[in-house]
C-alpha cells in the first residue's frame, strides 16, 4: 500500500504503518497545545498513543492468527488508524472462513474494551460527555482507551472498503449474488458512506472523519479497478497468458553456484526447479542475503518457499485473480498435461491484453491500470 514505511518484521511477516496513523499524533499536538504543553501531558499523551497503537496491533494479531489456522498465510500487514489491510498469500476456502477472519478483528477491540469496564465505572456515557478534544491524564487513561476500542469495534463493522465491515458485507452478499456483484454494490455503498463521513468531518471539524473518508474513497478507487480489470480478463484462459520466459534456479544448487545467475539476472524472485518441475521459489535478496553472511553452503532448496499456487492451462484466468492481484510480479506455474508448461503473472496478462485488445476505449483502461500497478 503506497504511503507505508516499515516497521518490523516478525518471521514471515512484514509490518508497516500507513502515513494516516500520524492522525493521532496531530489529534494529540493539538490537543495539548489547547491546553498548554506540559511535560506530563505530553508524558501520558504518548503512553496513550503507544496504546492505540498496541489495540490495532492486537486487532491485526486476531486476523492473522485466525487466518493463518485457517490455512490463510498472510505476508504483510499495512496499519492504518482504524485497522489494518493484510496482504495474503492465500485465500479462505469457504464463505464462512471470510466472515469468522473479518470478524475477529473488531471482537479483538471489543475484548479490549470488556476488559477495561473495571477502569470506567462511574464515568459519564460517551454520549453525555461534550467534548473528547483535550489531553490525556493518567486517570482517564483507561476510559478513553476503552472509548477508542469501541470506536474501533463500530467503525470496522461499517460495510465500506478497506474496513472489516466491506469485506463482511461483500461476502455476506455473495451467497446470493455473484462475488463481483457483490463488490460493486459494496463499492457504491463505499462511495455514499465516505461523502457522509467527509461532509459531516468538514461541518465538524473532525479530522479523523476526514482521514477516514480519504480511506474510504481510496480503498473504493482501489476496487473500482479490481471491478474493471475482471471485466477485461473474462474469458482469457492461463494457456493463453503464460510464457515460457522466465528464470529458474535449481533445487540442489548451493548459494554459491546461484550467486552469478541471481546478479547477472535483475529477476525479483525464481522458481525453484528439481526433476524439471517447480517445486518452490526465493526471492532474489534471500540468496544474496544469504551470500553476504557466508552461508555459500546453504542448498536453495533449504531456504526457498515450497509453497506454489499453480494454475491449469485450461482454467478460466479469472479463477486465479485474488493470487494474481495480489502478487502482480509474481510468477505463478501453469500446467498442461500434468506437465510444467510456463508460468504467468498479472503483468504477464497486462501485456497480452495490451496487444490484444484493439479497442481504443479498452485500451486507455489497460493503460491507466497498468500504471497503476507499476
Given at each position: 500500500?503506497?504511503?507505508?514505511?516499515?516497521?518490523?518484521?516478525?518471521?514471515?511477516?512484514?509490518?508497516?504503518?500507513?502515513?494516516?496513523f500520524?492522525?493521532?499524533l496531530?489529534?494529540?499536538?493539538a490537543?495539548?497545545?489547547?491546553?498548554?504543553?506540559?511535560?506530563?501531558?505530553?508524558k501520558?499523551s504518548?503512553?496513550f498513543?503507544a496504546?492505540?497503537?498496541?489495540?490495532?496491533?492486537?486487532?491485526?494479531?486476531?486476523?492473522?492468527?485466525?487466518?493463518?489456522?485457517?490455512g490463510v498465510?498472510?505476508?504483510?500487514?499495512?496499519?492504518?488508524p482504524?485497522?489494518?489491510?493484510?496482504?495474503?498469500?492465500?485465500?479462505p476456502?469457504?464463505?464462512?472462513?471470510?466472515?469468522l477472519i473479518?470478524?475477529?478483528?473488531?471482537?479483538?477491540n471489543?475484548?479490549?474494551?470488556?476488559l477495561?469496564?473495571?477502569?470506567?465505572q462511574?464515568?459519564?456515557?460517551?454520549?453525555?460527555?461534550?467534548?473528547h478534544?483535550?489531553?490525556?491524564?493518567?486517570?482517564?487513561?483507561f476510559?478513553?482507551?476503552?472509548?477508542?476500542?469501541?470506536?474501533?469495534?463500530?467503525?470496522n463493522?461499517?460495510?465500506?472498503?478497506?474496513?472489516d465491515?466491506?469485506?463482511l458485507?461483500?461476502?455476506?452478499?455473495?451467497?446470493?449474488?455473484?462475488?463481483?456483484?457483490a463488490?460493486?454494490?459494496?463499492?457504491?455503498a463505499?462511495?455514499?458512506?465516505?461523502a457522509?463521513?467527509?461532509?459531516?468531518?468538514?461541518?465538524?471539524?473532525?479530522l479523523?472523519?476526514?482521514?477516514?473518508s480519504?480511506?474510504?474513497?481510496?480503498?473504493?478507487?482501489?476496487?473500482?479497478?479490481?471491478?474493471?480489470?475482471?471485466?477485461?480478463?473474462?474469458?482469457?484462459?492461463?494457456?493463453q497468458v503464460?510464457?515460457?520466459?522466465?528464470?529458474?534456479?535449481?533445487?540442489?544448487s548451493?548459494?554459491?553456484?546461484?550467486i552469478?545467475n541471481?546478479?547477472?539476472?535483475?529477476?525479483s524472485?525464481?522458481?525453484?526447479?528439481e526433476?524439471?518441475?517447480?517445486?518452490?521459489?526465493i526471492?532474489?535478496?534471500e540468496?544474496?542475503?544469504?551470500?553476504?553472511?557466508k552461508?555459500?553452503?546453504?542448498?536453495?532448496?533449504?531456504?526457498?518457499?515450497?509453497?506454489?499456487?499453480?494454475f491449469d492451462?485450461?482454467?478460466?484466468?479469472?479463477k486465479g485473480?485474488?493470487?494474481?492481484?495480489?502478487?502482480?510480479y509474481?510468477?505463478?506455474?501453469?500446467m498442461q498435461?500434468?506437465?510444467?508448461a510456463?508460468?504467468?503473472?498479472?503483468?504477464?496478462?497486462m501485456?497480452?491484453?495490451?496487444l490484444?485488445?484493439l479497442d481504443p476505449?479498452?485500451?486507455?483502461?489497460?493503460?491507466?491500470?497498468?500504471?497503476?500497478?507499476r
Amino acid at each position: 500500500m503506497k504511503g507505508s514505511i516499515k516497521l518490523l518484521k516478525i518471521k514471515d511477516i512484514t509490518i508497516k504503518m500507513h502515513w494516516s496513523f500520524l492522525i493521532i499524533l496531530v489529534w494529540i499536538i493539538a490537543a495539548n497545545a489547547v491546553e498548554g504543553f506540559t511535560l506530563h501531558n505530553i508524558k501520558w499523551s504518548l503512553i496513550f498513543v503507544a496504546l492505540i497503537f498496541l489495540s490495532v496491533i492486537l486487532h491485526e494479531m486476531a486476523h492473522y492468527l485466525v487466518a493463518k489456522r485457517l490455512g490463510v498465510q498472510a505476508t504483510e500487514i499495512n496499519l492504518l488508524p482504524v485497522g489494518g489491510i493484510p496482504t495474503n498469500e492465500s485465500f479462505p476456502v469457504n464463505k464462512r472462513s471470510e466472515i469468522l477472519i473479518s470478524m475477529v478483528g473488531p471482537l479483538a477491540n471489543l475484548a479490549i474494551a470488556g476488559l477495561l469496564l473495571p477502569f470506567v465505572q462511574n464515568r459519564l456515557p460517551i454520549w453525555e460527555i461534550s467534548s473528547h478534544f483535550d489531553v490525556i491524564h493518567g486517570s482517564d487513561i483507561f476510559y478513553k482507551l476503552h472509548i477508542v476500542n469501541l470506536g474501533l469495534f463500530f467503525i470496522n463493522l461499517i460495510p465500506a472498503f478497506p474496513l472489516d465491515g466491506g469485506n463482511l458485507f461483500r461476502t455476506i452478499l455473495s451467497w446470493k449474488i455473484d462475488y463481483f456483484a457483490a463488490t460493486r454494490i459494496v463499492v457504491i455503498a463505499g462511495k455514499i458512506i465516505a461523502a457522509g463521513f467527509l461532509v459531516t468531518g468538514v461541518i465538524y471539524l473532525n479530522l479523523l472523519l476526514l482521514v477516514v473518508s480519504f480511506l474510504i474513497f481510496s480503498a473504493v478507487q482501489s476496487e473500482e479497478y479490481v471491478l474493471q480489470l475482471r471485466a477485461l480478463i473474462r474469458g482469457l484462459t492461463f494457456e493463453q497468458v503464460s510464457t515460457s520466459n522466465f528464470s529458474t534456479l535449481q533445487g540442489q544448487s548451493s548459494v554459491k553456484d546461484s550467486i552469478g545467475n541471481v546478479i547477472n539476472n535483475r529477476s525479483s524472485e525464481f522458481l525453484v526447479m528439481e526433476a524439471g518441475m517447480p517445486v518452490g521459489s526465493i526471492p532474489r535478496w534471500e540468496i544474496i542475503n544469504e551470500a553476504s553472511e557466508k552461508n555459500y553452503s546453504v542448498l536453495l532448496k533449504d531456504i526457498m518457499k515450497n509453497k506454489l499456487t499453480f494454475f491449469d492451462a485450461d482454467e478460466k484466468v479469472e479463477k486465479g485473480f485474488k493470487s494474481l492481484l495480489a502478487f502482480p510480479y509474481k510468477n505463478f506455474p501453469v500446467m498442461q498435461d500434468k506437465k510444467f508448461a510456463g508460468v504467468t503473472n498479472l503483468m504477464c496478462i497486462m501485456e497480452y491484453l495490451l496487444l490484444n485488445r484493439l479497442d481504443p476505449k479498452e485500451h486507455k483502461i489497460l493503460k491507466s491500470l497498468v500504471n497503476k500497478i507499476r
